[in-house]
């Protein structure tokens, strides 16, 4: 049965930086495209970066392009996501995502298969 587990989540102030983990039981997250969304109170659940598999191209939401980075350590066959400059806007239950089937479009939620618990992200100002 496949599990994903994503941790790194906590309460920082602003500008501070934090870094997710996703890692997986029955999956290889080396082989999968995967993917980060998060979801804020009364708020849909929103897209944040994916990084494709195999081709690895890594797209962004635009309101975190330049600040989070995604990244896979195919030797850890961990995922994760590097968040730089932190803003209460960032405030999210963030949630990593891994499908074993190709998906045309790496930014639609419905498309992944399988989900971590989600980790909380709080940002203090």
């Known amino acids: 049965q496949v599990q994903l587990v994503d941790s790194g989540g906590g309460l920082v102030q602003i500008g501070d930086s934090l870094r997710l983990s996703c890692t997986a039981s029955?999956?290889?997250?080396?082989?999968?495209?995967v993917a980060w969304f998060r979801q804020a109170p009364d708020k849909e659940r929103e897209f944040v970066a994916a990084?494709?598999?195999?081709?690895?191209?890594?797209p962004y939401a635009h309101s975190v392009r330049g600040r989070f980075t995604i990244s896979r350590d195919n030797s850890k066959d961990t995922v994760y996501l590097l968040m730089n400059t932190l803003q209460p806007e960032d405030t999210a239950v963030y949630s990593c995502?891994?499908?074993?089937?190709?998906?045309?479009?790496?930014?639609?939620?419905?498309?992944?298969?399988?989900w971590g618990q989600g980790t909380q992200v709080s940002v203090s100002s």
């Open positions: 995502a891994a499908t074993t089937r190709w998906i045309p479009d790496s930014r639609l939620w419905n498309d992944y298969q399988y």
């Open positions: 990084i494709e598999w195999p081709a690895n191209k890594t």
């Open positions: 029955e999956l290889m997250l080396s082989a999968s495209p």
